[in-house]
């Protein structure tokens, strides 16, 4: 069974919330609003959870099932609740008050390598678009920076693109770091895009922030799906770089 392109969407949108998502503790989960908001979905019904359903959540929870995987809409809850619908249950045959399940659901989440089945192109809310208020546009922020951020370190296989080396941790995760070539905020004001952004190691991550080296394209390892502009690189070598 073939995962349709809205079920892909709000399964690469969940893959970015799993690190801080905490197993057992649904405060640390995404609200079905906070899903309409970052995927920029409209409001199809009264409930936000009945809208959600038929926009890519029925898709995704059918396909988990089908193929066996985690069950990843658990982490999708109403805020009131703090609770996935009575339907995240059903569907897998449980119980509605089994947290146990649900939990054990999540940490599988977190571990299950979801990276061949996320969206191709992936976009999070467009910059220009109204959200209702303040909480959210911060929220939406946040996440719009951790997908992106995500995105770069999946296409470079978490390896530094000046030293090649992808730092280990436990369970056989990989570590690297995301910098912004032209810095966010002032005084250098640099854009949240990819075009921007270079997967490096933390070593290589405080010598780019403080201006220690250069970036030369030769050196920089590049991939096809991820393109760097000379504008931000020339930027850091004149404003950033200290020689
Ligand atoms: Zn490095």
Not at 27 to 32: A, D, L
Not at 57 to 69: H, K, M, V, Y
Not at 172 to 193: F, N, R, S
Request: net charge negative; aromatic share 10%.
């Amino acid at each position: 069974m073939e995962l349709d392109v809205q079920g892909r969407n709000l399964l690469s949108l969940l893959v970015t919330r799993l690190d801080k998502a905490v197993p057992g503790r649904p405060e640390t989960y995404i609200g079905y609003k906070e899903c309409h908001v970052l995927l920029g979905l409209e409001q199809q019904r009264e409930k936000w959870g009945e809208s959600l359903k038929s926009q890519g959540l029925l898709s995704l929870a059918g396909w988990t099932e089908t193929n066996g995987f985690p069950g990843i809409t658990g982490l999708i809850v109403s805020l009131s609740t703090l609770e996935p619908g009575k339907g995240y249950f059903h569907l897998f045959d449980k119980d509605e008050v089994n947290y146990d399940w649900w939990a054990e659901q999540i940490r599988s989440a977190k571990s299950f390598d979801w990276s061949p089945y996320l969206a191709e192109k992936f976009d999070l809310v467009p910059s220009d678009l109204e959200v209702p208020n303040r909480e959210d546009i911060s929220i939406s922020r946040i996440i719009r920076d951790t997908a992106l951020s995500y995105r770069v370190k999946l296409i470079h296989g978490y390896k530094c693109q000046l030293c090649g080396i992808a730092l280990s941790m436990p369970n056989g995760k990989k570590y690297a770091e995301v910098h912004h070539i032209k810095p966010l905020g002032q005084p250098h004001d640099g854009p949240d895009v990819i075009e921007n952004m270079i997967c490096v190691c933390p070593n290589h991550h405080a010598q780019l922030d403080y201006g220690a080296i250069k970036l030369l394209a030769n050196n920089v390892r590049t991939k096809q799906e991820h393109q760097m502009s000379d504008r931000f690189i020339d930027y850091h070598n004149e404003s950033i770089y200290r020689p």
